[in-house]
């Protein structure tokens, strides 16, 4: 068993200043490199909005009257760290910035020797992990998450009624986010101000800035952040460059111009697209059996819930059915059905590399019905009938793919003058959907 | 995706309405016949013929019943036949002319086929006569032989409606003659008693029997 700290569901960043910083609320307080695909934040302020980030990537996706809501897309890393997200209005004259901290954990599996047969946890931080049984040569493999700021972990191994601990280096590197803000932004000729803000491991007071093209002047000081105001030498759109160092500190140089937006969050123009196929079978009594198969593909806009995405789906579906009449010999029946509607999916469960979804859907489904016999024409008619569906997906994370298997209830029937089908009932299909990353 | 919606959209308009289109009614073997017979004729035909599926209840239902006419009379024992064509025996009392061929299906859908049938004049005899017949046991089946005398006779083809002075006899309407003469199988149901047999085309020439005896 593994125990997880309670996290609260929403963090809420509190601004670091004066009282006209945005207020930010995120969707998630837990992002585990690898599994979390992006995190929504809404950010609450009145004018227009910069916005910068020490890891990732943040792209502004709607504004509703004060309401911002921006996505942040996690750094390709897998060790645990910090993201600090910073949020300030464009045209504040003083460096009223909002600082989001984000705790990115990592996941890894630690591979020890121990005992044969003994039974290991793992304890990192406050959370546990295992127990795993060791093999009969001592071998044991245990998957962890680990917070940023956490260097070992405790591994408690429990053999024959006996206990041991030891304590295992975790190999973490050392990393010290900080990030920059820009203002007014666009910078303006008379000049502004530079804020460059960490997380306070390592202090601001130690930071460094040059700057070419423009004046620095110290403002203030903390361990948490650092403040100059900005003053250009040169006319507008000449170039100016900020070079931000310090002992610990991986040097950044910002490239900016009078007049030019720079720490304004480009506007989402890409919603990433998950396609997914299936392939099964359905069930609903009788001879409403046969074959199944889907392709769809699915969005998460930035306005829903990141454990939320809509889609639309597209399937085929067909059964028949023979049968014999008295002197006329059999007749053929069968059933072509192509259900397509729209559908929603959220998340239930998540432990990688395993989830649990639900979907649920509403279908229009045209099909095409034929009937045969030796004694006539063959006769084929079409129509549209109807299907709502939901049910349970269990994936399975393989690389850019997940693994489905999809179970769901199905009332669905396509109906005409001589015709009663359900195509639909019991679906039980597996497949595949491709997330990326 | 806009392929599959592409030949979605083809397979469906391949697809009819639900409504049954009119059956039609390609031809009719024989298309003629001569006054006083009674021909089975074979029509074949393009239907749909009314049907019901129910996938739940794994069950398939087809109305074949249908009602041909020749001429507004309908024909008798008519049925769908495994190939698809239906038969049916043509009044022998119709008389000579072009006739429209109907059909209607249990659902009312019809065809017409105008002048499909066509009856032309026919030879008759000016009577009938029976060789003489034995008393026979009753509800039991005897043979009974006719000859056409006088007129055309030896040119009669036709059938003779049959009746019995008591009860019923089967069949009613006769076999065709074969140059004039008939051998044909019949039953009288009834109880015991003395009876006759009376022979009658289509003209209205009869022939009579002379008396037997029905016994138990």
Known sequence: MRSVPAAALLLCAVPQTAVAAPRVVADTSRVVLGETDAVVLRVIAGGTLSASVSSGSIAEAARRGDQHTFRWTPPPLRFPATALLAFWESDAATPDVTVFTLPLWGRTTLDMDTEPGADV????????????????????????EVPPG??????????????????????????????VAVGPDPLPGGGGWLAVLSTGEVSARTFTARAVGARLSELDRDDRRATWTLTPTGSAGSPIEVTI?????ERRVLSLAVGERVNSPPAESQVPIVPHALL????????????????????????????????????????????????????????????????ARAR????????????????????????????????????????????????????PMELALDVRGAWTVARTAHLVAHPGGLLLTAGARYVGR | MRCLCAALLLLLATACGDELP?????SITPAETEHGSAPLVRLEVDAIFPFSVDYGAEATSVDSEVIVRIGGFPIAATALLPDGAITGQVPYSLPPGAYDVAL??????????????????????ESFSFDPIADQRRNRPFTITLHAVGGQAAQFKGVVQ???SRGRIAPEQSDPFVAGELTQMVTIFDGPGDVTITARDAEGHEGTSNTFRLTN
């Open chain 1, 121 to 144: 946890r793992v304890q990192v931080g406050e959370s546990t992990f295992g127990p795993v049984k060791a093999n009969a040569k001592g071998r044991v493999r245990v998957p962890i």
């Open chain 1, 150 to 179: 956490v260097r070992t972990a405790k591994v408690i191994a429990v053999a024959k009624g006996q206990q041991t601990s030891r304590t295992v280096p975790l190999d973490v590197p050392r990393t010290t986010p900080f990030v």
């Open chain 1, 245 to 249: 160092d310090g002992p610990g500190l």
């Open chain 1, 280 to 343: 099964g079978g359905f069930f609903a009594g009788g001879a409403n059996t046969g074959f199944a198969a889907e392709v769809g593909a699915e969005v998460r806009p930035a306005a829903v819930p990141s454990w939320l995405s809509v889609g639309l789906d597209v399937g085929v579906r067909s059964a028949s059915l023979r049968t014999s009449l008295n002197g006329l010999g059999s007749v053929h029946s069968s059933v072509l059905a192509f259900p397509i509607g729209p559908f």
């Open chain 1, 348 to 399: 239930l469960y998540a432990k990688a590399p395993f989830a649990i979804d639900l979907r649920a859907g509403l279908a229009a489904l045209p099909f095409r019905h034929s009937f045969t016999a030796a004694f006539e024409q063959p006769w084929v008619e079409g129509g549209v009938g109807l299907e709502a569906a939901a049910g349970p997906e269990v994936l399975y994370r393989l690389g």
């Open chain 2, 22 to 26: 009119p059956p039609q009614i390609r």
């Open chain 2, 104 to 125: 209607e299906l249990g659902d009312g859908r019809s065809a017409l086929l105008p002048h499909g049938f066509t009856v032309k004049p026919g030879a008759f005899p």
């Open chain 2, 162 to 164: 049959l009746d019995s």
